[in-house]
C-alpha cells in the first residue's frame, strides 16, 4: 500500500509541476500580448525609394515613396514595392516569432520554423535570414509612446507665452439672451 501511495503522490507532484508551467506560461501572455501590439518593421528599398513599415501579422501600417521612385514609373515603382513589402512583411514575422518564443519557450523550434520558411519563399538561405534577425533584433525601432505618457512635452505654460485674453465681463447675460429678450419686449 506504501508503494502505491507513493505512486500517487509522484503523480500528484507531476501534475502540480505541469500545472505550475502552464501558470508560469500564461502568466506571460499580457507582456506577451504588449509587446506583439507594439511590434513595427521596416524596410527599404535598395534606392530608398520606397520604404514599407508593418505591424503584427504583417499587417501594412505605412508605405511611403520619394519622388525619384515616383518618377521610376509605374512598373519600376510596383517591383521595388512588391520587394520592399515583403522584406518588411518578413521582418514582422521574424520579430513576432522571436517574442512569441521568449514567453512561450522553444518547444516548437518557432523561430527555426519561420526561417526554413521564409528561406524557402524567398528563395534565400537560413543563414542569411538569421543574420537578418540578429542585425533587427539589435536596431529594433523603440515603441510607439503611449497616448497618455508626457514625458516629452511641456506641461506648465512657458514664462514667455502670451497670457490669455482675459474673459468678458459678466452683464447679466450672454447677447443671444439681450437679443431674445428685446425681441419678446417690442411691442407689435
Same mark, same amino acid.
Given at each position: 500500500m506504501s508503494a502505491e501511495f507513493d505512486q500517487v503522490v509522484a503523480e500528484f507532484q507531476r501534475f502540480e509541476?505541469?500545472?505550475?508551467?502552464?501558470?508560469?506560461?500564461?502568466?506571460?501572455?499580457?507582456?506577451? /500580448?504588449? #509587446?506583439?501590439? &507594439?511590434l513595427r518593421a521596416s524596410a527599404a528599398s535598395p534606392d530608398g525609394g520606397v520604404t514599407v513599415t508593418t505591424g503584427p501579422g504583417g499587417a501594412v501600417l505605412d508605405v511611403k515613396f520619394t519622388a525619384a521612385a515616383l518618377a521610376k514609373g509605374p512598373q519600376a515603382l510596383s517591383t521595388a514595392l512588391m520587394a520592399t513589402l515583403r522584406e518588411a512583411v518578413g521582418a514582422a514575422a521574424r520579430r513576432q516569432a522571436v517574442i512569441v518564443e521568449e514567453h512561450m519557450g522553444d518547444d516548437e523550434g518557432l523561430v527555426e520554423?519561420?526561417?526554413?520558411? /521564409?528561406? #524557402?519563399?524567398? &528563395?534565400?538561405?537560413v543563414e542569411e535570414l538569421r543574420s537578418k534577425l540578429a542585425e533587427e533584433t539589435t536596431r529594433q525601432e523603440p515603441p510607439a509612446a503611449?497616448?497618455?505618457?508626457?514625458?516629452?512635452?511641456?506641461?506648465?505654460?512657458?514664462?514667455?507665452a502670451p497670457s490669455p485674453p482675459p474673459a468678458p465681463p459678466a452683464r447679466g447675460g450672454s447677447a443671444g439672451d439681450s437679443f431674445l429678450r428685446?425681441?419678446?419686449d417690442e411691442e407689435d
Amino acid at each position: 500500500m506504501s508503494a502505491e501511495f507513493d505512486q500517487v503522490v509522484a503523480e500528484f507532484q507531476r501534475f502540480e509541476a505541469s500545472i505550475r508551467n502552464v501558470d508560469d506560461r500564461f502568466a506571460g501572455l499580457g507582456a506577451m /500580448q504588449q #509587446e506583439l501590439t &507594439g511590434l513595427r518593421a521596416s524596410a527599404a528599398s535598395p534606392d530608398g525609394g520606397v520604404t514599407v513599415t508593418t505591424g503584427p501579422g504583417g499587417a501594412v501600417l505605412d508605405v511611403k515613396f520619394t519622388a525619384a521612385a515616383l518618377a521610376k514609373g509605374p512598373q519600376a515603382l510596383s517591383t521595388a514595392l512588391m520587394a520592399t513589402l515583403r522584406e518588411a512583411v518578413g521582418a514582422a514575422a521574424r520579430r513576432q516569432a522571436v517574442i512569441v518564443e521568449e514567453h512561450m519557450g522553444d518547444d516548437e523550434g518557432l523561430v527555426e520554423q519561420v526561417l526554413e520558411t /521564409q528561406a #524557402e519563399a524567398f &528563395g534565400t538561405s537560413v543563414e542569411e535570414l538569421r543574420s537578418k534577425l540578429a542585425e533587427e533584433t539589435t536596431r529594433q525601432e523603440p515603441p510607439a509612446a503611449a497616448p497618455d505618457d508626457f514625458a516629452e512635452e511641456r506641461v506648465l505654460r512657458q514664462a514667455d507665452a502670451p497670457s490669455p485674453p482675459p474673459a468678458p465681463p459678466a452683464r447679466g447675460g450672454s447677447a443671444g439672451d439681450s437679443f431674445l429678450r428685446t425681441l419678446f419686449d417690442e411691442e407689435d
